[in-house]
């Protein structure tokens, strides 16, 4: 996928109310926009997760008794997992709904505590055969950019990806994030080693084969 720079077009309300009746003709579900009296206007977003790094869920809540017989809750490490890449899920929003609430809501969703900066909200579009992928800014309208692409996923859908580790604001994150973000690039710089030696002793044996049979 290659990612591309775009923007959200200006609509008057007109064009607005306008558009939500032609949405709204194209459905075949009752995931239906709804003009409200202030102007604004809710309906439903559709966000695929495309993650490569697993997620953190909060430690289980285990009853214990102390001495004096009192309930106690023992805290235990919470447990990471990676989510199936098909993964999607719908939200009911507004048109003032920004990218940043809707990756939080997604987190909360799944009862993820990973830290929300970790995240970015992507807009995929697929023209020519070709598909491109535009990240959000922070206080894009996600629902608004719905609308003004129609209810159609093949032309353009939603999906939640890891920011790029340079895009990342560190100094968002607490100690124990830092240390698990470094254990995880380690663990993948090994596995891009692994993969890169074992290339290379492939083409290796394949040439020392070709050698061997031009010399014979």
Not at 67 to 75: L, N
Not at 98 to 116: G, M
Not at 146 to 161: H, N, T
Request: glycine share 4%; hydrophobic share 35%.
């Amino acid at each position: 996928d290659e990612q591309v720079e775009g923007g959200t077009q200006e609509l008057t309300i007109s064009e607005i109310q306008q558009k939500i009746k032609e949405y709204n003709a194209q459905i075949n579900n009752n995931h239906y926009m709804v003009n409200n009296r202030d102007g604004s206007f809710t309906g439903f977003i559709r966000v695929q997760f495309q993650l490569a790094r697993p997620i953190s869920l909060p430690p289980p809540r285990k009853m214990s008794l102390t001495q004096e017989g009192q309930s106690q809750v023992a805290s235990r490490q919470r447990t990471s997992f990676y989510l199936p890449r098909d993964s999607a899920k719908h939200l009911h929003i507004s048109s003032q709904t920004r990218a940043r609430e809707v990756i939080q809501a997604l987190l909360n969703k799944f009862t993820v505590v990973d830290n929300p900066a970790k995240f970015a909200l992507f807009e995929r579009t697929k023209r020519q055969n070709q598909v491109y992928l535009r990240k959000m800014s922070d206080d894009a309208y996600p629902l608004h950019l719905r609308l003004c692409a129609g209810p159609g996923e093949e032309a353009m859908s939603l999906v939640l990806k890891e920011n790029e580790t340079g895009d990342i604001n560190w100094d968002a994150f607490s100690f124990p994030e830092l240390c698990n973000f470094l254990r995880m690039l380690q663990r993948e710089e090994e596995e891009h080693i692994r993969q890169i030696l074992k290339r290379y002793a492939l083409a290796r044996d394949k040439i020392k084969q070709a050698m061997s049979d031009v010399s014979m």
